[in-house]
């Protein structure tokens, strides 16, 4: 009677230091990875077959169950059992380290994307999901198989592919530039119909400039072409007053000094200038009053185009007492309504800017043609050209003394329709103007510094150049 009271208090025993055992264990590996685990439960399985083993041999024979081994709990036995799973943990990835380090190897000789099946599983994951498969099903049919669980199965990480293999066979994404269109083309022909000269639609690029209003471009300038002859001055009204040539030159000379000293913008100047010569020709005015009619235009000039104008103060005391703030005011009422308050001049800037489009917008040349076309202002020979005109021929010999080719279509086209024939005077008067002494010492001081590139020295120096030699310029620098 006392065999199975003995029996059950082994077994209790059994279970109690199969217990401790998996606890000492699970303290000792820490539970780090899958691989403990794995060894942990091949432990507890070979202790629980010793155990089972003791049993059957204690029933047979007899004797009482054997408890277990003391030595098997001690901290000696412990740490040697932790450096043989960390031994064999260590070796695991060795092995792993090196099959990734072929993978990527063979993945860079070949320079494959490991990932292009889409999200298939690599082939030894495959085989490792199905050797767990069978582990688990062999391990339900006896206790004898050690084989790992699909849970404690450890799954390779992707390959990383190189980042220099994978730039030098990725694709490079075209050009993103943007090919600008061909403009087109328009042919002018004669009467007789003979094509006269070729130009391009240059206006078609400004589109998507709201600034530039193309849209609007041709009918503004054929506005300011009607303008133009509307706005023009006439000569022999001027000569009406006694020595008119000599006492407008002091007196533009003078206004270019106060406009420049002030820093105001050239559409102001060309403005004062063409007010006060249709006022002139309107009114017989006397020679003490020919200095309070300039200051009078050029505040009015300045009120129209300046964003800031100068006060009236500064006007009057640029006079030295000459004219006085009521003075001004009273010549200002007074030209207003004799002129109707016509002020809408064509400025001769937007046609030498119109004509810088077919230019490039070229920077030497306009500096060039903004001297020369402002001898059309300060020179009483030019009273009664179009501004157009001058602004074209100032344009072409600009472009004369930087050596570029000769008068094509779209200059042609842009400058209004203007040909070299029709230049040709208007060209021969400025180069007239600049081999003859200075008279307008203030206009050729103000273009001798370094702002305008000094245009007036090396306009005055062309010049002189080309009538010593005896060049025509008409066809200077061309084939």
């Known amino acids: 009677m006392s065999l199975p009271s003995e029996n059950l208090e082994n077994t209790q025993n059994a279970n109690n230091s199969s217990r401790i055992l998996r606890n000492v264990q699970r303290l000792a590996l820490n539970n780090v990875t899958n691989t403990t685990l794995m060894q942990d439960e091949s432990v507890q ?195 009406k007053h006694k020595n008119i040539n000599q006492n407008r030159d002091i007196l533009v000379n003078w206004l270019v000094k106060i406009h420049n000293k002030f820093g105001l913008l050239p559409e102001t100047l060309y403005l004062a200038i063409n007010i006060m010569d249709r006022f002139l020709c309107k009114e017989l005015v006397q020679l003490d009053k020919l200095q309070l009619v300039g200051t009078s235009c050029l505040f009015i000039a300045s009120k129209y185009e300046e964003v800031y104008s100068p006060s009236i103060k500064h006007y009057a005391s640029e006079t030295d007492g000459a004219c006085t703030e009521e003075e001004i005011k009273e010549g200002e009422k007074f030209i207003l309504k004799t002129l109707e308050f016509t002020l809408n001049y064509p400025n001769p800037m937007n046609f030498l800017r119109r ?86 010492d203030e206009f050729h001081r103000k273009y001798q510094s370094r702002r305008f590139m000094k245009a007036s020295i090396i306009s005055v120096q062309w010049a002189l150049k080309v009538r010593k030699n005896g060049y025509n310029i008409m066809t200077l620098h061309e084939q």
Request: aromatic share 6%; with cysteine.
């Open 45 to 239: 399985n070979g202790g629980i077959r010793a155990l089972k083993t003791s049993l059957n041999t204690a029933k047979k024979e007899g004797s009482r169950i054997p408890q277990p081994n003391k030595d098997i709990l001690s901290r000696s036995t412990l740490l040697n059992e932790k450096e043989k799973i960390q031994n064999s943990i260590n070796l695991e990835n060795n092995k792993e380290s090196q099959i990734m380090n072929a993978t990527i190897s063979k993945n860079n000789k070949e320079n494959q994307n490991p990932f292009s099946a889409g999200n298939q599983q690599l082939s030894s994951i495959v085989e490792e999901e199905q050797d767990g498969g069978n582990s688990t099903s062999s391990t339900n049919n006896g206790p004898t198989n050690t084989q790992p669980t699909t849970q404690n199965v450890k799954f390779l990480q992707p390959p990383t592919v190189n980042n220099d293999s994978a730039d030098i066979n990725k694709k490079r994404p075209i050009s993103t530039v943007v090919e600008q269109e061909v403009p087109k083309k328009f042919k002018v022909c004669a009467e007789d119909g003979t094509e006269e000269y070729e130009w391009e639609d240059l206006d078609a690029e400004d589109v998507n400039d709201p600034f530039m209003v193309s849209e609007y471009v041709n009918d503004i300038f054929d506005y300011l072409y009607h303008l133009e002859v509307v706005t023009l001055p006439n000569k022999e009204d001027l000569k």
């Open 355 to 440: 004509i810088s489009k077919a230019d490039d917008y070229d920077i030497q040349s306009r500096t060039l043609a903004k001297f020369l076309l402002e001898i059309s202002l300060v020179d009483f020979r030019f009273i009664g050209i179009l501004p157009s005109l001058c602004a074209a021929a100032a344009m072409f010999l600009s472009r004369k003394m930087l050596g570029k080719g000769g008068w094509d279509g779209n200059l042609i086209h842009y400058s209004g329709g203007y040909t070299k024939e029709q230049l040709d005077p208007v060209c021969n008067m400025i180069m007239d103007y600049l081999v003859s002494p200075i008279v307008h």
